[in-house]
Nanobody, 116 residues
Framework: QVQLVESGGDLVQPGGSLRLSCLASGFAFSNNVMSWYRQAPKKAREWVATISILGTSANYADSVKDRFTISRDNRKNAVYLQMNNLKPEDTAVYYC?????????WGKGTLVTVSS
């Protein structure tokens, strides 16, 4: 059974940083691409970043490029999202995502609030 558990969300001031974590189980983590998505209040869920199987390449939404960094540790079955220079518009619930066998798997999310 696939399980994705996010953590690390918090209240942070604009310009601050946070590191989100996602611990995965129930599937061959090191054989799968992983992604982060987010959903702001009253908005649709949006893609944030994706990392390759070995962690050697990543893609980012334009809105977070040069501020966010996705990484993974295949020994720990974990994927991370380092978020720097946070802006109020980054406020959202952040979700870890696995797309496997034509299905999307999600964790319960972790809330990031950027506010002074």
């Amino acid at each position: 059974q696939v399980q994705l558990v996010e953590s690390g969300g918090d209240l942070v001031q604009p310009g601050g940083s946070l590191r989100l974590s996602c611990l995965a189980s129930g599937f061959a983590f090191s054989n799968n691409v992983m992604s982060w998505y987010r959903q702001a209040p009253k908005k649709a869920r949006e893609w944030v970043a994706t990392i390759s199987i070995l962690g050697t390449s990543a893609n980012y939404a334009d809105s977070v490029k040069d501020r966010f960094t996705i990484s993974r540790d295949n020994r720990k079955n974990a994927v991370y999202l380092q978020m720097n220079n946070l802006k109020p518009e980054d406020t959202a619930v952040y979700y870890c995502n696995l797309y496997l066998n034509d299905m999307d798997y999600w964790g319960k999310g972790t809330l990031v609030t950027v506010s002074s």
